[in-house]
């Protein structure tokens, strides 16, 4: 942009709402213009020139999508919702199998995974209680959240969220010489990955690309548990009511949505059933 020009900040806000369907409130104004600006400036662009190249480089959108969104998350972060799941995944480790075909693995569905923390936060949590048989997928519209969510790499201060009884599912890693000498060069402060959740549970865990925005679906299974928490907000409210019918569809009959707590609130879906918990905001679905 030219010295002295004003940042089209509405016009990068309605193309940000139009491809994903955020809504950035005010005070995030400048995380926005810093973000095109960063995208703009790392591939010697102006910002006008970002925004001719930007809707026919699909590259390019998704740098610029990464750098949009922000990616807030952490391990455990609503233990409650966390601790029902993993009672859902005991009951039905408990009901009899058919002799007609095996048991099928208990599916959970975590949208707006950013990096990770809630699928590996849920996956130790049915692990500690020697649960196995599940798969987890996580979505997310970031491909950045999601590249290091698959590494399931993650640094030393994120280590004290984890319980206790799930310390015994991370492992940890050794910095090469390598990434210690480039971090040093860079003159970046920022803490480098230093453990691993395992391989077991690693294997038992899905990311996939997926833009909740859209009417396509990641998956063709349905969920026996759909989590989405702390992403509705910022969605309009329209929006929101046609996300969570989306995953009410995806819901199988008797499994769960949960949200974040004030989510949804005014949501009156006819085929689920409010549950009736002081700590947990979901639903359950009772019909097709």
């Known amino acids: 942009m030219d010295r002295g020009s004003v940042f089209p900040v509405e016009q990068w806000q309605h193309y940000i ?47 610029l999508i990464d750098s949009v969104l922000i990616p807030e998350s952490r391990f455990f972060r609503h233990l ?14 408990k009901l009899p199998a058919t002799a007609a075909q095996a048991t099928p693995p208990f599916r959970i569905w975590s949208v707006g995974c950013s990096a990770g923390q809630e699928v590996w936060s849920l996956a130790m949590s049915l692990a500690a209680k020697q649960l196995y048989h599940y798969r987890i997928l996580g979505t997310d519209v970031s491909q950045t959240a999601l590249a290091q969510a698959r ?42 990955p230093c453990w691993q959740v395992n391989r077991i549970l690693r294997e038992r865990v899905d990311f996939v690309w997926h833009n909740i925005f859209t009417k396509e679906m990641p998956t063709t299974h349905l969920q026996q548990v759909i989590i989405c928490q702390n992403m509705l907000i910022y969605f309009r409210q329209f929006d929101q009511r046609d996300i969570l019918n989306r995953l009410a569809a995806q819901c199988a009959v008797g499994g769960y949505l949960i949200l974040a707590p004030g989510e949804g609130l005014g949501w009156r879906p006819q085929n689920m059933r409010r549950l009736k918990h002081v700590q947990v905001n979901g639903w359950q679905k009772v019909s097709p």
Request: proline fraction near 6%.
């Open 17 to 63: 709402e139009k491809e994903i369907g955020f809504i950035l409130p005010h005070e995030q104004q400048q995380w926005l213009i810093n973000a095109v600006s960063h995208t703009a400036c790392a591939n010697d662009l102006s910002v006008e020139a970002l925004w001719q190249q930007v809707p026919n480089d699909p590259e390019l959108h998704q740098q």
């Open 80 to 93: 409650p919702s966390i601790q029902f799941i993993t009672k859902a995944a005991e009951f039905a480790a």
């Open 151 to 192: 590494e399931a790499k993650y640094e030393g201060r994120q280590q004290h969220l984890i319980p206790h009884d799930c310390q015994q599912f991370i492992n940890p890693i050794q910095a090469s010489y390598q990434d210690q000498n480039n971090r040093a060069m860079k003159g970046t402060a920022k803490e480098l």
